[in-house]
T-cell receptor, first 115, second 113 residues
Framework: GAVVSQHPSRVICKSGTSVKIECRSL??????MFWYRQFPKQSLMLMAT?????????EQGVEKDKFLINHASLTLSTLTVTSAHPEDSSFYIC???????????FGPGTRLLVL | QKEVEQNSGPLSVPEGAIASLNCTYS??????FFWYRQYSGKSPELIMS????GDKEDGRFTAQLNKASQYVSLLIRDSQPSDSATYLC?????????????FGTGTRLQVTL
């Protein structure tokens, strides 16, 4: 399967600060990447679709001004949680679909804790 | 009605037994179906994919799909303690060129010694 990395793997920050999470596709180019969030004992919820060279597509209920997505190249997408609050504490996971209609390969995830 | 439904479990099976995990979905136009395994604190990893009705076998795993009943299942033969994890069912609705997956809440499997 595809190799996807995320950085950082874990971050603790103070309320009100911004946190940037990177997602890299290491062995193929990706015009699309997905960002998910998973709260404890819940399933993955799609937050947004990151599109290389254009604006991200956000799912209903996800604030685009709070969760800034930049897909700067075919191998890198970043998610910035702006003015993070304790309720943003979660497990953030990116995924990459190598081919339309095929599966997605997930990064190892980033655990965010906002104090 | 949830788009993808799974029994949350836990499903407890003894070592060596067959574990049967079930999933139903609501969108009839769904075309691709996946089973992911997620260990606690880790991201999901792909176990099986299935696209047409019937059975698909890969080692100890068998995925079964019945589109008429909107039902997909995963059988794990000779269950091992290392199979203890949460199993997520995912459905692809093929939204344009992006493969948007919808996940169930997962079934927690416990394989006991």
């Amino acid at each position: 399967g595809a190799v996807v990395s995320q950085h950082p793997s874990r971050v603790i920050c103070k309320s009100g600060t911004s946190v940037k999470i990177e997602c890299r596709s290491l062995d193929f180019q990706a015009t699309t990447m997905f960002w998910y969030r998973q709260f404890p004992k819940q399933s993955l919820m799609l937050m947004a679709t990151s599109n290389e060279g254009s604006k991200a597509t956000y799912e209903q209920g996800v604030e685009k001004d709070k969760f800034l997505i930049n897909h700067a190249s075919l191998t890198l997408s970043t998610l910035t949680v702006t003015s993070a609050h304790p309720e943003d504490s979660s497990f953030y996971i990116c995924s990459v679909p190598p081919l339309a209609g095929e599966t997605q390969y997930f990064g190892p995830g980033t655990r965010l804790l906002v104090l | 009605q949830k788009e993808v439904e799974q029994n949350s479990g836990p499903l407890s099976v003894p070592e060596g037994a067959i574990a049967s995990l079930n999933c139903t979905y609501s969108d009839r136009v769904s075309q691709s179906f996946f089973w992911y395994r997620q260990y606690s604190g880790k991201s999901p990893e792909l176990i099986m994919s299935i696209y047409s009705n019937g059975d698909k076998e890969d080692g100890r795993f068998t995925a079964q799909l019945n589109k008429a009943s909107q039902y997909v299942s995963l059988l794990i033969r000779d269950s091992q303690p290392s199979d203890s994890a949460t199993y997520l069912c995912a459905v692809n609705r093929r939204a344009g060129t992006a493969s948007k997956l919808t996940f169930g809440t997962g079934t927690r499997l416990q394989v006991t010694l």
